[in-house]
Every structure is written in structure tokens, then in C-alpha cells.
Antibody, heavy 118, light 108 residues
Framework: QVQLVESGGGVVQPGRSQRLSCAASGFTFSSYAMHWVRQAPGKGLEWVAIIWYDGNQKYYADSVKGRFTISRDNSNNTLYLQMSSLRAEDTAVYYC???????????WGQGTLVTVSS | EIVMTQSPATLSVSPGERATLSCRASQSISTNLAWYQQKAGQAPRLLIYGASTRATGIPARFSGSGSGTEFTLTISSLQSEDFAVYYCQQYNNWFTWTFGQGTKVEIK
């Protein structure tokens, strides 16, 4: 069955960097675009970034553009989110999600919490 | 950016009753709309895509309708496991996917 498992969350100081990972299994990872979506505590869902199945195209929300980088390793079935210059407003649960169709997210990981605080 | 507005913010419904949730887009999105269910402490789950197509394994009591700017998610007979927060998402504008703020369905 499809499984997505995020890791790498934790407490990080403002201005520092953090890298999140998402290990995929149960499907042909290299055939699907993948998203990162985040959710601040008690708030709604916010799309963060997408990477094409082959890694050749990447797009970001304006709120993270220039600070976050999405990447993937299809040989190891892993998705990444490199976050830099972190701000308090980046505090959220970060989910990875599979995209079978133009932006629909059909499977989600359980999420990893990133807390930006001094 | 397309703004998605959901109403009501909270819906109080008794088990067995029908629930009707609304989602409005700030501009036409054709039928490029998805609905997700999120229970407390869990990841979202895809319910509906293409405005009206149920995702794999979703019970028939969930149905979606609408096109353009007005959309509805209907739960025909609420079960205990259906009390959750529901989000709509537009995927008409690529690279700027946006979600509604959510509707919480609570037990009356």
C-alpha cells in the first residue's frame, strides 16, 4: 500500500535551516509529482511546493520562494524540502503528498512538525 | 491568486442527518476542485476530485457537485466517523493551488 513517511521536524531557531524528508513506498515514486503542504497550529492547509516526477520542474508558494527548495531522489524514493532563513510564521506541520492528477493530492504522509522559535 | 471561501465555518449536525457544505471560488475554476476530510491529529484524506468524482474507497454517502465558482459537498447521512474538518481545494490555476479555510462538522 502507498506509504509516505516524513521526518526531520523539530525546534529550530529563526534564521536557521532545516531539511525535511519524505520516504515513499508502495508505488512507483518516479512516476508521480509530489507536493509539500503545511498547516500552522490550529489553522488551515497551505500549499508550499511541487516537484515534477522527474525533478525537472519545481514551483513554490510566494511565501517560501527563495527560501525553500524542493528536491527528490528517485533512486531512493525520497522527497526533500530544504528550508532556510526560517521565520516564526513557518511553524507548521509539513505534509508530503502524492499528485496523480494536476494538483490533486491523493495520499498524504502523517506530517512532521517544525517549530521556529528562539 | 484564487481565493476559496467555505461556509459555514462550523456545521452542527445530528448523526443520520444530511450535511451540506459550500465552497466558493473567487473566479471560475471549471470543475477543478477537490474535497478533503481531516480528523483531529491526522493527515487530510482525499474525498472528491473533479468536483464530483469520489476517490478510491470513499463511501457513496459523500457526493460533490458544482462548477465554475459554486461547489457543494453533501454527506447524505452522517456517521460518527464523519465528524471532522472538510477543506476544498482548487487546482485550476497551476502552481498556485489554494485551499478553503475549512468547515468543521460537529455533533449537534
Amino acid at each position: 500500500q502507498v506509504q509516505l513517511v516524513e521526518s526531520g521536524g523539530g525546534v529550530v531557531q529563526p534564521g536557521r535551516s532545516q531539511r525535511l524528508s519524505c520516504a515513499a513506498s508502495g508505488f512507483t515514486f518516479s512516476s508521480y509529482a509530489m507536493h509539500w503542504v503545511r498547516q500552522a497550529p490550529g489553522k488551515g492547509l497551505e500549499w508550499v511546493a511541487i516537484i515534477w516526477y522527474d525533478g525537472n520542474q519545481k514551483y513554490y508558494a510566494d511565501s517560501v520562494k527563495g527560501r525553500f527548495t524542493i528536491s527528490r531522489d528517485n533512486s531512493n524514493n525520497t522527497l526533500y524540502l530544504q528550508m532556510s532563513s526560517l521565520r516564526a510564521e513557518d511553524t507548521a506541520v509539513y505534509y508530503c503528498a502524492r499528485d496523480p492528477y494536476n494538483g490533486v493530492c491523493d495520499y498524504w504522509g502523517q506530517g512532521t512538525l517544525v517549530t521556529v522559535s528562539s | 491568486e484564487i481565493v476559496m471561501t467555505q461556509s459555514p465555518a462550523t456545521l452542527s449536525v445530528s448523526p443520520g442527518e444530511r450535511a451540506t457544505l459550500s465552497c466558493r471560488a473567487s473566479q471560475s475554476i471549471s470543475t477543478n476542485l477537490a474535497w478533503y476530510q481531516q480528523k483531529a491529529g491526522q493527515a487530510p484524506r482525499l474525498l472528491i476530485y473533479g468536483a464530483s468524482t469520489r476517490a478510491t474507497g470513499i463511501p457513496a454517502r459523500f457526493s460533490g457537485s458544482g462548477s465554475g465558482t459554486e461547489f457543494t459537498l453533501t454527506i447524505s447521512s452522517l456517521q460518527s466517523e464523519d465528524f471532522a474538518v472538510y477543506y476544498c481545494q482548487q487546482y485550476n490555476n497551476w502552481f498556485t493551488w489554494t485551499f478553503g479555510q475549512g468547515t468543521k462538522v460537529e455533533i449537534k
